[in-house]
């Protein structure tokens, strides 16, 4: 089966249309954000700022991500990059205290626009977080949670196989479909949430640091998926780990203290020959 | 060096430890202080209740010998299997646990004849049936389901008055309906028996023996309830509950363990144990001619009518099918409100002046004297809306209130008590505010809830100032027919008993009842505690 023969049709709720139909003509022009100019934009950041209270998060911070491809977010602890990948689901609006400013575009359309409702922006972007947080129901149950919620007409089982193989997963669980996703091990809870992620068919999909919390074996099955899925998503990826996102990201995005976006290229040119002479002192240990 | 470490250690230690061991003496003696004036008060009523001073103390010697040594000695050994003496608790406390919801079912048939539930439960039924069948096979939405629901609901159990008679009343009013038995059976039996074969279908993943075990529940428990009414005094249609409530729970629990490889199988004798004990020390005590007690707390207590001027046939029966009623009233009242207001509160409300008001006055609200609440139920629901003073439904409104404050902030706690992550988790994937909160966090929380839930309910069925504002007839001599028939409870009648002239009421009708109280709420604290510790073996 192949990924795109389930979920692409899936009816969305009126709410959903403005964002559904807006027409996918971002490109790199206006402010000119810093931007790599391969392959369609999928998300683009326009000046974004984020303030909790009166602490600002982010500033000014502009970027555009490329279709089909794995976007890293380094930098120091409370840098603010994994705030600004809850800026593009807009999981801030949650957080009393956040306030953001500035233009965030999901294909072309704003997200910030009033006429966005986030939980239908939410629906389009899929999230893995940094601790595997598997709901206490069955494998099965959590990976269709998605489906069940969006009211998707699909058959569930098919697109259940077919995200847990996605996921790597399907092999180890197939014979225990309805045992809690809360028995599994950390990685397999943490690619169960990948599974839980991709079954609604996402455009894009956000994980916030997913493999710090596993040992060696489990970071490296979580690392090799995630190369696996950007044949089909677009993957922006928060990580601590400096080899991690040389290794499976495109394109690297360097945070440094402040909420300030340092510098932003193809993963080769960030790793080897920065611009920036502080994400050098960053990239080669002697800073952060 | 050693010795240089040992000395200096030495002098640190005694320069407090004087103080710690005072200090923990009496934190311990404060913290056991309650517990023992409560034993010895427990202990002192239960000695008046079973009449125990009369009896030789052979007697004793013989229970002791023919029940608590091998329970004792079996509970030993059961500590060195593995989960058996948890085994053995849990196997007697559902027993114990099935016995009692029996009674409080049998009573609730006493009080609503089986003929008006089966009159009223039809027509829901059927309401329930068309609606779910509306969103299965037509695209009507959910919205106008509800309200169509709402309206055929009201229609079918209340009807048009004056212009259209209700469904429930038609039905009631019928020539040939069903005997008891077969009530009872079709919608209390059939149900759980289904219930009975889902659970097993779902622990062996094969539909067949789930078929086979629903199939031999149904029929068994019928069976074996009809053949009790035969032979005892208990009409069909009651004796049906005796096995399904006192039986199937132990029996569903006995195969789980049976099956289980980790938990041993052994501690299902305990019960066992405990039954025989009692059976053999009953014959010895009457192979050896000694003189038993004459126990004031005895089955004609529990099912007898009060009576004011003999207190050997005196009874509570009326009291405990008012407060069986009061409390099914206080749970439909205040559950759901309860809980409501708690989603609303940690789920929905924004962080601000409003809310804090809110928050503030609730707790102020759990802390307000329960006479304050009669005197409400008194102004408002007798006196403005003029429902009848006494009454089961004003009682129960009233002593809902009374514990509405305590179950928002439990369930308010339990609902804290879900980790951030699983919303996050459900939020992320496109969740609305209540997908998560019904796929989410109320699963997540409910165990919570109904602990908090539970032990507020044994704080409204012991109160007894908000029933004498509302004046709740405390020597009702009739068996209450209804929610809107005025009933006695419990607690009420034991204040009421405690100022007849005969000293035999003091020193053993109200001892009698305050036992029957303790055991009622002691079983529904005990419930709790297993929900609570359940609750903390998952998460």
Known sequence: MSHDSFGSDSPDPTDDDALIETDVSAGLDGDDPAGIDDGATVVEADGINVWYDDEQALDDVSLAVPENSVTAMIGPSGCGKSTFLRCINRMNDLIDAARVEGDLALRGKNVYDDDVDPVALRRRVGMVFQQPNPFPKSIYDNVAYGLKIQDVDADYDAVVEESLKRAALWDEVKDRLDESGTDLSGGQQQRLCIARAIAPDPEVVLMDEPASALDPVATSQIEDLIEGLADDYTVIIVTHNMQQAARISDQTAVFLTGGQLVEYDDTEKIFENPDNDRVEDYITGKFG | MATDTDSEASVFGRV??????????????????????????LAYVTYQAFDLQEVAPAWFLVYFLALVVPTAALSLWLRGRPDGLQVGAESAIALWGGTMAAAGAGIFFVAVQPVTWFATLVPVALVAGVTVALGRYTPISETVRLVVAAVLLGLALFGLPGVVPSASGLLGSLSTLPSDFVIVVATVVLPAAAAVGAYVALVREERRPGLVAGALTLVGVAAAGYGIGLTTGFSPGDAVLIPLFGLVPAAIHAWRTVQSEARSAAGLSLPV??????????????????????????????????????????????????????????????FPVGVGAAVYLEEYAPDNRFTRFVQVNISNLAGVPSVVYGLLGLAIFINTFGMESGSVAVGGMALGLLILPIVIISAQEAIRSVPASAREASYGMGATRWQTVRNVVLPQAMPGILTGTILALG???????????????????????????????????????????????????????VVTMLAILLTMNGIAIILRNRYQNDS
């Open chain 2, 459 to 513: 704080r409204a069925i012991g109160e007894t100032a908000p029933l004498l504002m509302i004046a709740a007839p405390d020597a009702y001599l009739g068996i209450p027919d209804g929610f809107l028939a005025p009933a006695a409870a419990l607690p009420l009648q034991i204040y009421n008993l405690a100022f007849l002239p005969q000293s035999a009421f003091r020193t053993g009708v109200v001892p009698a009842g």
């Open chain 2, 16 to 41: 407090s430890r004087k103080k710690v061991i005072a200090l923990r003496v009496v934190l311990l003696a404060s913290s056991l202080v309650g517990i023992a004036a409560l034993g010895a008060l």
């Open chain 2, 273 to 334: 144990t405990i039954g025989a004990g009692s059976l053999v020390g009953a014959a010895a005590v009457d192979a050896l001619g000694l003189t038993g007690p004459t126990p004031w707390l005895n089955w004609q207590f529990l099912t007898n009518l009060p009576n004011k001027s003999f207190p050997e046939s005196a009874g509570v029966f009326p009291a405990i099918v008012g407060s069986l009623l009061l409390m099914i009233v206080v749970v439909v009242l205040a």
